[in-house]
C-alpha cells in the first residue's frame, strides 16, 4: 500500500519512466549506459547540494546560500591547489570545515535569535559570494597530480558508459542521505521539527542541536558539491553557480518534498534531479531546442508538483475528518 | 502534610508575566493512584500551574516536592525524566510521523547506530495493546481519529514518565463513546497507581472520572475537595462566586419599567448555528445591558460570534428595527450599527504594533471603507477625545498599544467601537486580566453608555460583575439558552441555580 505522504514521490518517479521512455522513443540512443553515466557526471554537484537542501526544506526551513558556497568553495580549492601549492586532499578538508562551520554559524542565527531562514540564509549568500570575489574574480585553472587520478578514476559499464567518481560520489551522498533520513534519531527529529516545531519540543526533541546540525550538514554538502563542481571544471570562478541553491530547490520540491516541511524523501530528490538531467539531455538530443527549455519544463513541472501537494493535503485533511468517523 | 501517599506536591506556586500576576501562592497536591481535576475558567491560572509543574514555565516563587524530593524541572524533557509526562489538547503528537514514530521519537530502539524498526514496530504493538488499541503501527498517526491519537499521546507519556500524567482538556473534541474509552484507560492507570491531574470544564466528566477537585480562581486558590462530598451547586459557587452572602444587587429597579415598556429594536429569533450554539431567542432594548452567564464550553463566545457575523447563523433571523438583516460577516454586522470587543484582547482586539490613535480609529475606518481614509489629523482627534473622556493612559495617541496596561487597551478597544456610535456593542470577559481599578472604571462606563441608549451584551466568567450591570442574564450551558433572569431574579444564586439544574438533568 502507498502512504498518502509517499505519494508525491511515486508521481515523480512515475512522471521520470514515462518521460524517459517518451525520450527512448523519439531517440532511441538515449537508452544507453553512456548517456546515463553523462547525466549523473553533469549533475553530480547539483546532486550532492540538493540532498542538503532535501534537510533543510524537511524541517521547513531553506537554504539559499548553496550556489555561493560552492562558488566559495571552488575558488578556494582552486587557488590554495592551483596558486599556493598545497596539497588537493589538505585543501578539500579546509574548505569542508569552513563551509560546515558556515552553515553551523547560520543554524545557530536561525535558532537562537530566531530569525528566519530565508533572511539569514540569503545574507549568507552574498557574504559567500562577496568572500569568493575577494579570493579571485578571474576563473583560476587547477592542475595537480592528484586531482588528475580522480578525474581519470571511473567504473566502465557494458555499452561504453562511465561511472565516474563524481557520479560515484554523488550516489554515495544520496544512500548515506537516506540512512540518515530514515534510520536515525536526527533524521526523524528533522521530520519532526519540520512537522510541528512546537509539537516536536514538547515531546523532547531537542530543536536547537538539531536545527544547527541540519544547517551544518546542508553547509558540508555545499562544500563538497563545490569541490565536485571544481574536479567537474578543473577550475575555480567565483561567478559560477548561480541561482544553483533554485536549481536544488526545484529538484527537491519535484521529488515531492512539501516545502511546509515534514513530508519527504531523499530518494525523491534524486529522482528530481534525474528529471532535470533527462530534459537537458533530451535538448541535447534534440540538437534545435534553446537550453532555456530546460528552465521553461522545470518551471512548468514546478507548478505541477505544487499543485499535486496542495491536492494531496487537502485529500488527506478530508481523510482526516473522515478518520473521526472512522473511530477505533 | 507529609502523607506517604502524597506523589507531588507544590508549595506556594507564584507566578507573573510582566507584572500581571497569573498565581498567587498556590498550593496543589496530588497523590498516588489518584484522578485529580483541576478547575477554572479562562486566565485562572490552570494552564500556568500545569506548565509550572511540567517544566515549560519556571516558577517565581515556591517549591515542588516529587515523592518527597525537592524538583524543579527546567525543561519539558527533564520533567519527563523526572517522572511528569503530559498531553495536550491539539499540540501533542506529530501527524507527519507514523504511530510507532511517534511513540519512541527520542528514544527509538537501535542497531548497529540505526533504528530499528522491526522492534520498534513490535514494541509499539506491545505497548497499544496495554491499552486495548490493536491498529497499524506503521500508518500515519494523521490517518486515525482524534480519541486514538489521545491514547497514543498517554501510552507515549505514560511510557516516557510513569509516575504523573497531565491531561489538558483531553475530551474537548471526543464524543462520548471516545470520552468512556478515555476514562476507561485513566482508570486502569489509577489502578496502576499513577497520579493523574485531567483539566476539563465539563462538570459531569468531572464527577464521573475525578476522585478530588481542585478550583482556581484569578490566579489564586479556592479550595482541594473531595468529589464525593461535594454537590455539584457547590463545585460551581467555587469557580464563579465568591461567596454567596456577599452578593448584592446595587441595581436600580425604577429602571426596568422603562425598559419593559420600551420596544425591544435588536431582535433575535431561533438563531444558532449547528455544533455552535442551540437556536435561541433574544430581543435587545435601546438602553438595555443583557448579561451572558454559563461555565466555560457552554456557548457564550459561540453566541457572541453568530451576534456579531463572525460564525454565520444557520437558522433564524435577526431583525433590527422590524427589518429583516443578514448578519454573514462582522462587516455586516458593524454596518448594522454592532461592536464587538473580543475575549482574547491580545490575539483579537489590538494590533500591538499600531498606535492607540491607529487602534481606536481601525473599526471607524473599516465602516467607512477603506477608500475613503481617514487624515492622521482626523485620528488624532478622535484619539485625543477618547483619551480624555475614558482616561486612558499614557495619554499619548502616538504609543504603540502594547505598552499600555491591560485595562488601558481595553479602554482603547472599547474607544474603537464607541467611536462608530454603535446601537449595540458586544463586551466578552470586558475585565479579564485588568486590575481592580480599571475593573471598576469600566463597570461604571458600562452603566453610562446604557444609560446613552446603547445596547450592550456582556459576557463574564464573573457573577458579580453581571449581576451588578446587567437588566437582565441569559443562562447558557451545553451550548443552549437553558435560563432567562430578569429584575430582582438576576442573582449570582439564581444564575448558578440554573447552571446546577441543567447539569442534573444532563446528567440523568
Known amino acids: 500500500m502507498i502512504h498518502t505522504r509517499n505519494l508525491p514521490f511515486v508521481a515523480t518517479l512515475g512522471i521520470f519512466v514515462i518521460a524517459y521512455a517518451l525520450c527512448v522513443l523519439q531517440f532511441p540512443n538515449m537508452l544507453s549506459t553512456r548517456v546515463i553515466g553523462n547525466l549523473l557526471t ?95 574574480t578571474e576563473s583560476v585553472p587547477i592542475s595537480h597530480p592528484f586531482i588528475d587520478t580522480i578525474q581519470g578514476f571511473y567504473y566502465r559499464f557494458p555499452g561504453g558508459g562511465r561511472l565516474t567518481a563524481l557520479a560515484m560520489l554523488m550516489l554515495l551522498v544520496f544512500i548515506i542521505g537516506t540512512l540518515i533520513a530514515g534510520r536515525t534519531r536526527f533524521g526523524a527529529n528533522v521530520y519532526a521539527i519540520g512537522g510541528n516545531q512546537q509539537s516536536a519540543e514538547l515531546m523532547g526533541v531537542s530543536v536547537g542541536s538539531t536545527t544547527v546540525g541540519i544547517y551544518a550538514l546542508s553547509g558540508f554538502l555545499s562544500g563538497l558539491a563545490g569541490i565536485a563542481y571544481t574536479l567537474y571544471t ?3 570562478y567565483s561567478l559560477a553557480t548561480v541561482g544553483v541553491e533554485l536549481d536544488a530547490i526545484a529538484a527537491v520540491v519535484i521529488g515531492g518534498t512539501l516545502l511546509t516541511g515534514g513530508v519527504g524523501l531523499v530518494a525523491g530528490t534524486f529522482v528530481g534531479i534525474l528529471i532535470q538531467g533527462l530534459i537537458q539531455t533530451y535538448i541535447v538530443f534534440d540538437g534545435t531546442l534553446s537550453s532555456w527549455w530546460t528552465k521553461i519544463v522545470i518551471g512548468f513541472l514546478l507548478f505541477v508538483f505544487i499543485v499535486l501537494q496542495r491536492a494531496i493535503i487537502w485529500y488527506s485533511n478530508r481523510k482526516l475528518a473522515e478518520g473521526r468517523l472512522k473511530g477505533v | 502534610m507529609s502523607d506517604s501517599n502524597t506523589l507531588l506536591e507544590a508549595r506556594s506556586i507564584g507566578k507573573a508575566f510582566l507584572g500581571n500576576v497569573a498565581l498567587d501562592s498556590v498550593d496543589f497536591t496530588l497523590e498516588q493512584g489518584e484522578i485529580h481535576a483541576l478547575l477554572g475558567e479562562n486566565g485562572a491560572g490552570k494552564s500556568t500551574l500545569i506548565k509550572i509543574l511540567t517544566g515549560v514555565y519556571s516558577r517565581d516563587r515556591g517549591t515542588i516536592y516529587l515523592g518527597g524530593v525537592e524538583v524543579s524541572p527546567a525543561n519539558v524533557a527533564e520533567a519527563q525524566t523526572l517522572g511528569i509526562g503530559t498531553v495536550y489538547q491539539e499540540v501533542n503528537l506529530l501527524e507527519n510521523l507514523t504511530v510507532a514514530e511517534n511513540l519512541f521519537l527520542g528514544r527509538q530502539p537501535r542497531r548497529l547506530g540505526l ?29 486515525y481519529s482524534v480519541a486514538v491519537r489521545q491514547i497514543v499521546a498517554i501510552a507515549r507519556a505514560v511510557d516516557l514518565s510513569g509516575k504523573v500524567l497531565v491531561l489538558d482538556e483531553p475530551t474537548a473534541s471526543l464524543d462520548a463513546h471516545e470520552v468512556e474509552m478515555l476514562f476507561s484507560v485513566l482508570r486502569k492507570l489509577r489502578e496502576d497507581g499513577l497520579g493523574i491531574i485531567i483539566i476539563t470544564h465539563f462538570l459531569n466528566q468531572v464527577y464521573a472520572v475525578a476522585d478530588r477537585v481542585t478550583v482556581l480562581r484569578n490566579g489564586r486558590l479556592v479550595g482541594t475537595r473531595k468529589l464525593a462530598e461535594l454537590p455539584q451547586l457547590e463545585l460551581i459557587s467555587m469557580m464563579l462566586g465568591r461567596e454567596l452572602q ?46 451572558i452567564a454559563g461555565l466555560l464550553g457552554s456557548g457564550r463566545t459561540e453566541t457572541a460570534f453568530l451576534l456579531f457575523g463572525i460564525d454565520r447563523a444557520d437558522s433564524g433571523t435577526a431583525i433590527i428595527d422590524r427589518e429583516k438583516i443578514t448578519l454573514s460577516s462582522p462587516e455586516a454586522a458593524i454596518a448594522a450599527g454592532f461592536g464587538f470587543c473580543p475575549e482574547e484582547r491580545k490575539t483579537d482586539g489590538i494590533i500591538g504594533d499600531f498606535s492607540v490613535a491607529d487602534n481606536i480609529a481601525l473599526a471607524i475606518q473599516a465602516r467607512q471603507g477603506w477608500a475613503r481614509p481617514i487624515s492622521s489629523r482626523e485620528k488624532r482627534t478622535i484619539a485625543e477625545n477618547f483619551i480624555k473622556s475614558l ?13 499600555l496596561s491591560g485595562g488601558n487597551q481595553q479602554k482603547a478597544i472599547l474607544a474603537r467601537w464607541l467611536a462608530t456610535e454603535p446601537r449595540l456593542l458586544i463586551l466578552d470577559e470586558p475585565t479579564r486580566g485588568i486590575d481592580i481599578g480599571a475593573h471598576a472604571e469600566i463597570l461604571k462606563m458600562i452603566e453610562r453608555l446604557c444609560a446613552q441608549g446603547m ?54
Open chain 1, 42 to 136: 553533469d549533475n553530480a554537484f547539483l546532486g550532492i547540494a540538493a540532498v542538503g537542501m532535501t534537510f533543510v526544506i524537511l524541517s521547513g526551513g531553506i537554504d539559499l546560500s548553496i550556489g555561493s558556497v560552492i562558488a566559495f568553495t571552488s575558488v578556494f580549492v582552486a587557488v590554495m591547489v592551483g596558486t599556493l601549492g598545497v596539497h588537493p586532499l589538505t585543501a578539500f578538508v579546509a574548505v569542508l570545515v569552513i563551509s560546515t562551520l558556515f552553515g553551523s554559524l547560520m543554524g545557530a542565527m536561525i535558532r537562537y535569535l530566531g530569525i528566519p531562514p530565508f533572511v539569514v540564509t540569503l545574507a549568507g549568500m552574498f557574504l559567500a559570494r562577496g568572500a569568493a570575489y575577494l579570493i579571485s
Open chain 1, 234 to 236: 578543473s577550475s575555480g
Open chain 2, 115 to 143: 533504528i530499528d524498526r522491526p522492534k520498534m514496530r513490535r514494541r509499539s504493538k506491545a505497548l497499544l495493546a496495554r491499552y486495548g488499541l490493536d491498529i497499524d503501527v506503521d500508518a500515519l498517526l494523521s490517518s
Open chain 2, 246 to 291: 456577599h452578593i448584592t444587587r446595587d441595581h436600580q429597579s425604577q429602571d426596568e419599567t422603562v425598559k419593559d415598556a420600551a420596544e425591544a429594536t435588536i431582535r433575535f429569533e431561533g438563531y444558532g448555528r449547528r455544533g455552535s450554539v442551540a437556536p435561541f431567542d433574544l430581543d435587545i432594548r435601546p438602553g438595555e445591558v443583557v448579561g
Open chain 2, 391 to 403: 482616561d486612558i493612559r499614557p495619554a499619548d495617541p502616538e504609543r504603540p498599544i502594547k505598552f
Open chain 2, 455 to 508: 445596547s450592550l451584551v456582556v459576557i463574564s466568567s464573573e457573577l458579580e460583575e453581571l449581576t451588578a450591570v446587567a437588566h437582565r442574564v441569559i443562562v447558557l450551558s451545553d451550548r443552549r439558552h437553558i435560563a432567562e433572569l430578569a429584575g430582582d431574579q438576576v442573582t449570582a444564586d439564581n444564575i448558578m441555580q440554573a447552571i446546577a439544574a441543567s447539569a442534573h438533568t444532563e446528567a440523568a
